[in-house]
């Protein structure tokens, strides 16, 4: 099978896509891929619910990065909106808040993970884009993060439920 030619991939997300987009560029060049042009609309600890209520509202509360040449450049107070215009994007990642990862409810709560897949379709570029699930992890075993109790303050327990609401809501349900 032939290696892509180019690969442009955006996230709407918070640290989590942050960290898993920081080295995107390097090895889809280190792949053969040519035209590569990674954006991330970040947030610090961004929920499903604030990336619902930005797009909603057409909020410029997003840091836009965006690497097309090895370099990453950030633009302050962008939208949701400018991030999907901004290029014909082949894959959209979103994401829940890590410590909300492994909660169901807060992905189907105000129908907001529908809400922002519809929105992204609505309005990307690129009709064949493909819309991804960012898939967070669990917090490390001493994590002191507030909503680490919501999982026993387990890793294994907050692993567990973080791929069982993967599988409910994304695999089975929306996306």
Not at 143 to 169: K, P
Request: charged share 20%; proline share 2%.
């Amino acid at each position: 099978q032939a290696m892509a030619r180019s690969l442009k991939v955006l996230a709407i997300g918070n640290s989590f896509s942050q960290d898993s987009m920081q080295h995107l560029y390097q090895i889809a060049t280190d792949a053969g891929i040519e035209d590569v042009v990674i954006g991330n609309l970040y947030i610090g600890g961004s929920s499903l619910e604030v990336h619902w209520s930005n797009a909603k509202h057409n909020l410029s509360n997003y840091r836009y990065d965006k690497n097309v040449d090895g370099t990453w450049r950030s633009i302050p107070n962008r939208t949701i909106l400018h991030g999907l215009l901004d290029e014909d994007w082949d894959i959209i990642t979103v994401q829940q808040v890590s410590g909300y990862s492994g909660i169901p409810a807060s992905f189907l709560e105000q129908d907001r993970l529908q809400n922002l897949i519809n929105y992204v379709n609505e309005h990307k570029t690129n009709p064949n884009a493909k819309i991804a699930w960012h898939l967070t992890w669990a917090y490390q075993e001493d994590s002191t993060h507030n909503n680490f109790r919501l999982y026993n303050s387990s890793q294994e327990e907050m692993f567990a439920a973080i791929i069982d609401t993967v599988q409910s809501e994304i695999v089975v349900g929306a996306i």
